[in-house]
């Protein structure tokens, strides 16, 4: 953008800091409905943000998100004056989502778009066995773990990062596959992988050891088998102040204790 910005729709997280943050910024810049905004401009944490892209999957109007949370890795820092100059003069990072067709033991198929991560989770006690095909290659004929989950560059900062999966910078054009408490094999880690891959992965012993996949807030129980791949086809636009410097909090937050 290379003027300012008059039509902004604000969203906010229903936490005071975030009610508060909107009901100055709305008095200051008008409220805009979301179908006529330029931007939306969303105030809270990382769930929010979370909620506000999947509420905007389809309009590919660009999200810009003020920190009003805790830790809001992908946020701008929160600053009333000048938003329509800080708009206009941000830069823009299209993220893609993830994927996921779940076919469960029934075989009902249920799709579902993930912007974090998708992952598969152990239902019971007992420890799942998930076989991991990448595109046409069985790449682990066995894994026996907790669960198993694929990550995208905006997402691996969440889930990932707490299972001791890599931090991928965003426009790195590739996904982190990372095990969840793998007992064997034990010494694997997860794999960084090409974004154009296409994962699957089939449940072993599906009704001894069973497994539940979730997809950001959609979750599916009892899976016999799950697809997930990267769709280009839906393109999501974040922006961001150019001193936010990314790279520098990507190479910090790795480095942290």
């Known amino acids: 953008m290379t003027r300012p910005v008059d039509r902004i729709h604000f969203a906010a997280a229903q936490t005071p800091a975030a009610q508060q943050a909107l009901a100055v910024l709305t008095k200051r810049y008008g409220q805009h409905p979301a179908d006529d905004a330029e931007v939306v401009v969303t105030l809270g944490g990382d769930g929010q943000m979370l909620e506000t892209l999947h509420a905007h999957l389809d309009s590919g109007r660009p999200i810009y998100g003020m920190n009003r949370g ?124 090409p974004h154009a891959c296409r994962i699957r992965f089939d449940v072993l012993e599906a009704e001894k050891r069973p497994v539940a996949a979730v997809a950001d807030s959609t979750e599916i129980r009892a899976v016999r088998s799950v697809l997930v791949h990267e769709d280009r086809t839906v393109a999501l636009p974040l922006l961001f102040d150019p001193e936010l410097n990314l790279r520098e909090r990507i190479l910090k937050e790795q480095f942290e204790s």
């Open 70 to 193: 805790s830790v809001g890795l992908l946020l701008n820092t929160y600053r009333e004056d000048a938003l329509p100059a800080r708009l206009a003069a941000a830069e823009q990072v299209v993220l893609h989502p993830l994927r996921m067709q779940a076919t469960c033991r029934d075989d009902s198929v249920t799709e579902a778009l993930s912007i974090n991560e998708v992952s598969l989770l152990r239902e019971t006690r007992q420890i799942a066995k998930i076989q991991i095909t990448v595109d046409t290659t069985v790449r682990l004929p066995e894994l026996a773990c907790d669960g198993v989950l694929v990550a995208t560059p905006a997402g691996s900062t969440a889930y990932n990062l707490s299972a001791h999966g890599p931090i991928v910078p965003l426009g790195s054009d590739v996904l982190a596959l990372t095990p969840i408490s793998a007992f064997r094999p034990r010494r694997w880690r997860g794999a960084l992988l």
